[in-house]
């Protein structure tokens, strides 16, 4: 049972165009959330965060959106840059410390 | 800077064998955890630790077992190695349980 799910295997976005990853959970009791990029051979990256207290949470390019009715989050990243080529992974932090992980998202930013 | 190391970037085993995967973790961090990554199925947690002989299952602990013996150090051990754990394996740390995860660049392990 996959409680945070991400919908879209891959994304092709043209350089200087927004990207945006999707993100959906099932568990009200989540209220924190992470999101992770992934280069090939590295491990996993912090990226953004956001509080279930917020809606937004901003840093530079990368904006991250919480709906709480919805259960649903967004990353935004404008402009997308060729180097923002990579795997991102949304994530739940449960009450025990667990991290729970969605399945990725491949994003290519074509120049 | 937080450091997550592991012991091996590529391993190529042997159905049977046991194998041994090594994390270090530089910053004092009290939780450890390893992690599986397939393509499609995202990160899965195996096992984790938030203290020194302190051990927990995650989401698929079958046919793995973990040891903490210090601080710094988490080890992943497959008893028996089968195909079915072909995988990308990743160790991560955090200071506390509402800290994000700080991972280690994985160990690409081949179960022939």
């Known amino acids: 049972d996959q409680q945070v799910k991400q919908n879209s295997p891959s994304l092709s976005v043209q350089e200087g165009r927004i990207s945006i990853l999707n993100c959906d959970y099932t568990n009200s009791m989540f209220d924190y959330f992470l999101w992770y990029k992934k280069y090939p051979a590295e491990g996993p990256t912090f990226l953004i965060s956001i509080s279930s207290i917020k809606d937004k949470n901003e840093d530079g390019r990368f904006t991250v959106f919480l709906n709480k009715s919805a259960k649903h989050l967004s990353l935004h990243i404008v402009p997308s840059q060729p180097g923002d080529s990579a795997v991102y992974f949304c994530?739940?932090?449960?009450?025990?410390?667990?991290?729970?992980f969605g399945q990725g998202t491949t994003l290519q930013v074509k120049p | 800077d937080v450091k997550v190391t592991q012991s091996s970037r590529y391993l190529v085993k042997r159905t049977g064998e046991k194998v041994f995967l090594e994390c270090v973790q530089d910053m004092d961090h009290e939780n450890m955890f390893w992690y599986r990554q397939d393509p499609g199925l995202g990160l899965r947690l195996i096992y984790f630790?938030?203290?020194?002989?302190?051990?927990e299952k995650g989401d698929i602990p079958e046919g793995y077992s973990v040891s903490r013996e210090k601080k710094e150090r988490f080890s992943l051990i497959l008893e028996s190695a089968s195909t079915n754990q072909t995988s990308m394996y990743l160790c991560?740390?955090?200071?506390?349980?509402?800290?994000?995860?700080?991972f280690g660049p994985g160990t690409r392990l081949t179960v022939t």
């Open positions: 991560a740390s955090s200071p506390g349980i509402s800290y994000e995860q700080y």
């Open positions: 994530a739940a932090l449960s009450n025990t410390g667990k991290l729970i």
């Open positions: 630790s938030y203290d020194v002989k302190m051990k």
